[in-house]
């Protein structure tokens, strides 16, 4: 088993900044990824960025430019620096955990909200 615990979420202003943690605890592989999906209400959740152990990252179209993703193996930790928010950034960001042959990890953090005012 694997816990998640995020931080960092809460609400900017249009044009503004939020850096989002999440510490993993538990039965840490040694290659994982890690990333974050969010979800809108009414809306699927979709990948926001991923990086596996190796610092391999991948994000999703609509915050490529303004999102950066980095980890810290040492400490089992993922980051996620947001710059630029627009209101439609706004949604549950959920931390994600799991091998690095999978697409989508199988453990989830409980979910933060951010919320970007127009």
């Known amino acids: 088993q694997v816990q998640l615990v995020e931080s960092g979420g809460g609400l900017v202003q249009a044009g503004g900044s939020l850096r989002l943690s999440c510490v993993a605890s538990?039965?840490?592989?040694?290659?994982?990824?890690m990333g974050w999906y969010r979800q809108a209400p009414g809306n699927q959740r979709e990948l926001v960025a991923r990086?596996?152990?190796?610092?391999?990252?991948t994000y999703g179209d609509s915050v490529k430019g303004r999102f950066t993703i980095a980890r810290d193996n040492t400490k089992n930790t993922v980051y996620l620096q947001m710059n630029s928010l627009k209101p439609e950034d706004t949604a549950v960001y959920y931390c994600?955990?799991?091998?690095?042959?999978?697409?989508?990890?199988?453990?989830w953090g409980q979910g933060i909200q951010v919320t970007v005012s127009s």
């Open positions: 990086i596996t152990t190796g610092r391999y990252t």
């Open positions: 994600n955990y799991g091998a690095m042959r999978d697409t989508t990890g199988a453990y």
């Open positions: 538990g039965n840490i592989g040694s290659m994982n990824a």
